[in-house]
């Protein structure tokens, strides 16, 4: 059995990468364990499930730039 995909943690980040690169395999896994549909490419569905998902776990923003997905998180010191 494969190991199931884990959402990314926002609190994983820190001032010197508080980014995250996930990939589209990745986007992709998540959304079909956790949604039960079985899609097979990055749609406009999947991007705003992801989006919002992303976004209601802590991360900042979630921007698709082509199949992959970039996570930013405010990480300053001075907050």
């Known amino acids: 059995m494969a190991r199931p995909f884990v959402?990314?943690?926002?609190k994983d980040r820190s001032v010197n990468?508080?980014?995250?690169?996930?990939?589209?395999?990745?986007?992709l896994?998540?959304?079909n364990q956790n949604t039960?549909?079985?899609k097979e490419r990055i749609v406009?569905?999947?991007k705003e499930w992801y989006n919002?998902?992303?976004?209601?776990?802590?991360?900042?923003d979630a921007t698709f730039h082509?199949?992959?997905?970039?996570?930013?998180v405010d990480v300053?010191?001075?907050?």
């Open 7 to 10: 959402m990314p943690d926002p």
């Open 17 to 27: 990468e508080s980014t995250k690169v996930v990939s589209a395999t990745q986007v």
């Open 29 to 31: 896994g998540l959304y």
């Open 36 to 38: 039960g549909d079985k």
């Open 44 to 46: 406009d569905s999947v």
């Open 52 to 60: 919002k998902t992303m976004l209601d776990n802590g991360w900042g």
């Open 66 to 72: 082509g199949n992959q997905c970039v996570l930013t």
């Open 76 to 79: 300053r010191l001075d907050k």
